[in-house]
């Protein structure tokens, strides 16, 4: 089993950045991939980026290219999400994701990932 539990959601203004965190415990997570996916008022849940837990493999959703990071600190067992230049049309709840079949190209659908947290929000004033 791995726990996940989100943080660093809130309030920000368009062109703002903020940091997400993911903490994870449970079993351990050097074959994982883990993931971030967010989900706006009604529509599906979408992927945003993943990074392999023992490598720099990332993926990331076109939509956010070039404007949010994915990265993990190991000994932290934590993965982050920093958001640079904010758009109102990120405003979502944002998940974090455990993938822990090993795959050697971070996944990109919901299916892949078998462990989820609670989700965070994040709100993007325009």
């Known amino acids: 089993q791995v726990q996940l539990v989100e943080s660093g959601g809130g309030l920000v203004q368009a062109g703002d950045s903020l940091k997400l965190s993911c903490a994870a415990s449970g079993r351990t997570l050097s074959t994982s991939t883990v993931g971030w996916f967010r989900q706006a008022p009604a529509k599906e849940r979408e992927f945003v980026a993943a990074?392999?837990?023992?490598?720099?493999?990332?993926r990331y959703a076109d939509s956010v290219k070039g404007r949010f990071t994915i990265y993990r600190e190991n000994a932290k067992n934590t993965a982050y999400l920093q958001m640079n230049v904010l758009k109102a049309e990120d405003t979502a709840v944002y998940y974090c994701?455990?993938?822990?079949?090993?795959?050697?190209?971070?996944?990109?659908?919901?299916?892949?990932?078998?462990?989820w947290g609670q989700g965070t929000q994040v709100t993007v004033s325009s």
């Open positions: 990074i392999r837990w023992s490598s720099t493999n990332t």
């Open positions: 994701a455990v993938d822990s079949i090993y795959r050697i190209v971070p996944g990109t659908s919901r299916a892949d990932y078998n462990y």
